[in-house]
């Protein structure tokens, strides 16, 4: 398996893997097998450890000084789905060319401890917003570093990946965080959004100043409660996906991920003005599809060649999948590629279009670049990694091994690095590894001797 997003075949019977050849089996051997999303590389570590001073081939940069940090499931005995799973942040301290320790933590929410209250209060179906997994991603802003899941309050952490507890900027969040939310490059403001209420509004935007303080809060009209898992900013606009794979209540009580398909609830893309949030945010039907994940999206100031006040075009960049699960939430059905949505506000359309045709998940950018014109973006392919720029894809096979989602490293040369965390097939343990991003080859490669899960999303810290 080398692409979570896509590769939890959960078809398989679960007797496939378990009998062996003694005719005296015994009780353990009949046994299930366990779910794919609990199996191979995506089982989880069933203890926290630190490992201080960790073996290095190649050279580690010596302007790399801070923290790799990356977020994903751990559960603590079992989970429904892969989704639900207890968050554990995986970190690994660099500094003057060496890795200095490699840890592992679980986020300890009240879930992590056993707090059995659901996220949707029965009796009234309002959520419980500190009813957390936190497992999703990890984010620095305006001094804090909360660990993200979308269905809840953000959970602030340290560095040395010690939990503080949940944070809601002061009691002025009375909502849920993405987790992808972006940071403008340029005005250090945090934008992000909040869903998954019952009753409408069913998405609200939120943006904080680039001193960590709640400054805007605005709902956003949309017909129905769906799976909202990433959006956009361009330095003009704030860009909103809703898209058919819809909120399910019998989902919801069976304890899994509460969403489904629904091919009659169409597909648009909001476009709401930074300048402007209180305006109608304007709606764009696109094909049906879902997106986890957008790399990035630009603007084109005055490029429509119709309109007058409006004559913008936006560009969005992101995985597409022309379904995702028609026959619920653990089928992982269709390959995401990357693709492109042209935007043009003057003239009223979209025009889309295919980037490439290969199965691609957790792409990255630049992050200074957010919002703006990208050089390049990185993802993770089968079995490798991606990097796209004007001049076609460029891959790097790493054999059985399995690469995480890439986070670039703004480097003093001005190529950049890539970090991620190898899964070795041969040694069923794990390796950080930077790259140089320009041309994806390999730097060092830090043997951490113990296994990290294939998890979700990361970043780096300077010190
Ligand atoms: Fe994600």
């Not at 378990?18 to 590389?41: M, Q, R, V």
């Not at 809703?242 to 597909?267: C, E, I, N, Q």
Request: a negative charge; proline letters at 8%.
């Amino acid at each position: 398996m080398s692409l979570p997003f896509s590769t939890p075949d959960t078809t398989a019977p679960d007797t496939s893997t378990t009998h062996t050849s003694t005719p005296d089996t015994d009780a353990a051997d009949i046994a299930p097998a366990p779910a794919a999303h609990l199996a191979g590389n995506f089982a989880p570590v069933d203890r926290e450890i630190t490992v201080d001073r960790l073996p290095v081939t190649g050279s580690i940069p010596p302007d790399l000084d801070g923290w790799y940090l990356r977020n994903g499931p751990n559960p603590r005995a079992g989970s429904a789905h892969w989704f639900l799973g207890d968050g554990m942040l995986h970190g690994v301290r660099v500094r003057g060319g060496r890795a200095e320790w490699y840890r592992n933590r679980w986020v300890r929410t009240g879930q992590f401890d056993g707090d059995p209250t659901p996220l949707y209060d029965p009796a009234t179906g309002e959520r419980n917003l500190a009813v957390s997994h936190a497992n999703t991603h990890i984010v620095a802003h305006a001094g804090r570093t909360l660990a993200l899941v979308e269905s809840s309050l953000p959970w602030e952490v340290t560095r040395d990946l010690e939990t503080l507890g949940a944070y809601d900027f002061g009691g002025a969040l009375r909502d849920s965080m993405t987790a992808h939310p972006k940071i403008c490059p340029t005005t250090g403001e945090l934008h992000f959004f909040g869903y998954g209420n019952l009753r409408a509004p069913h998405v609200t935007y939120h943006r904080a100043d680039e001193t960590g303080r709640l400054v805007v809060e605005q709902p956003v009209d949309v017909p129905g409660l769906t799976m909202m898992h990433d959006f956009a900013i361009t330095e003009r606009y704030v860009l909103f996906l809703d898209l058919p794979v819809v909120f399910d209540l019998s989902l919801a009580m069976a304890g899994t991920m509460p969403y489904r398909w629904d091919s009659g609830y169409g597909a648009r893309i909001g476009v709401m003005r930074r300048d402007d949030p209180s305006a109608p945010v304007r709606w764009f039907e696109i094909e049906p599809c879902y997106v986890f994940h957008v790399a990035n999206a630009f603007d084109t100031p005055g490029a429509s060649g119709a309109g007058e006040a409006d004559n913008d075009v936006i560009t969005l960049v992101a995985v597409r999948y022309p379904t995702m699960w028609v026959s619920g939430p653990d089928s992982f059905d269709p390959d995401g590629t990357l693709h492109e949505w042209r935007i043009d506000l003057g003239a009223g359309t979209v025009v889309e279009r295919a980037l490439d045709d290969r199965r691609i998940e957790f792409p990255r950018i630049d992050d200074t670049h957010a919002g703006r014109r990208h050089d390049a973006v990185y993802a993770v392919g089968r079995h490798d990694l991606v990097r796209y720029d004007g001049a076609g894809p460029l891959a790097r096979g790493f054999g059985a091994d399995e690469p995480g989602e890439p986070v670039f490293v703004p480097s003093a040369d001005g190529r950049g690095y890539l970090i991620t965390y190898v899964y070795r097939a041969e040694t069923a343990t794990s390796d950080l590894v930077v790259l140089d991003a320009s041309d994806l080859s390999q730097l060092a490669s830090v043997h951490l001797g113990v296994r990290v899960p294939a998890g979700f999303h990361g970043n780096w810290f300077p010190a």
